[in-house]
C-alpha cells in the first residue's frame, strides 16, 4: 500500500469506522509521514490537539504500558507481573531522555492516549503508541498483508508498512482483568521509518 493510499484507509477509518479508533489512526497517519523529521512531527500532533507530557509518572506509565504490551506472553499470565517489573525499571532508565528532549511524549487532547517521538540507535526516527482502542483496526488495515494474530487476551500483528516497519499488541478485557493495578493503556503500536532519500531521517 502507498502512502497516499494508506493515509486514504486512515482517514476513512476515523471518519466511518468506530470512533475510538480516532486517535490511533491520527497517530499512524503522522507517524508514518517520512517528510516530517521529530520536531516537525511533535509540532504535527500539536496541530491536532496533543500536548507535551512533562510529568514523571506519567512518563513512566506511559513507557511501562507500552513495554509491557510488548514483552507479555500470551500463554503465561502468572508472569505478567514480573514482565510489568521489568519494563517498570526499563522506563525508569528512560526517564534522563525525557529530560534532556531526546524523547518527546505527547498525550492525545481527551488523555486516550499518547505518543512518544525518539531516534533508534541506527539513527531512525520511531513512534511509540499507546491507546485505550477497542482494538488493532488502524494497524490491520495499513497491514493488509499481514494476519492478525490472537492467542489468549492478545492480539499481534507486524509487517511492513509504507516505507516502515510496524508493530502493534493489544490487550482484551479479560487480560487487564489479571492485572492489579491496571495497566492505564491496553493497546500499543511501534513505528520504525525506513531511511529512504529524500526523507526526513
Known amino acids: 500500500m502507498t502512502l497516499n493510499g494508506a493515509a486514504t ?6 471518519l466511518l469506522g468506530i470512533p ?35 510529568d514523571e509518572s506519567e512518563l513512566l506509565e506511559i513507557h511501562t504500558s507500552g513495554a509491557t504490551l510488548v514483552a507479555l506472553d500470551a500463554l503465561e499470565p502468572s508472569n505478567w507481573s514480573e514482565t510489568r517489573a521489568w519494563a517498570t525499571g526499563i522506563s525508569r532508565e528512560l526517564l534522563p531522555q525525557f529530560e534532556t528532549g531526546s524523547i518527546i511524549v505527547l498525550r492525545s487532547p481527551y488523555f486516550h492516549s499518547a505518543v512518544a517521538l525518539q531516534r533508534n540507535l ?4 520511531t513512534c511509540l503508541y499507546v491507546g485505550n482502542d477497542p482494538g488493532l483496526g488502524p494497524v490491520a488495515e495499513i497491514l493488509d498483508g499481514s494476519i492478525l494474530r ?11 508498512g509504507p516505507k516502515s516497519l ?3 499488541n493489544f490487550l482484551d478485557d479479560a487480560g487487564r482483568d489479571l492485572f492489579d493495578p491496571p495497566l492505564r493503556y491496553h493497546s500499543e503500536f511501534s513505528v520504525v521509518l525506513d531511511r529512504q ?5
Open 20 to 54: 475510538a479508533h480516532a486517535e490511533m489512526a491520527t497517530a499512524l497517519s503522522l507517524c508514518l509521514e517520512t517528510t516530517l523529521d521529530i520536531p516537525a512531527r511533535a509540532a504535527a500532533f500539536g496541530k491536532q490537539g496533543w500536548s507535551t507530557v512533562t
Open 150 to 160: 490472537e492467542v489468549g487476551p492478545i492480539q499481534r500483528i507486524r509487517g511492513d
Open 122 to 125: 541506527a539513527g531512525l526516527q
Open 197 to 201: 532519500p529524500g526523507d526526513m531521517q
Open 9 to 14: 484507509a486512515l482517514a476513512t477509518s476515523a
Open 166 to 168: 510496524i508493530s502493534a
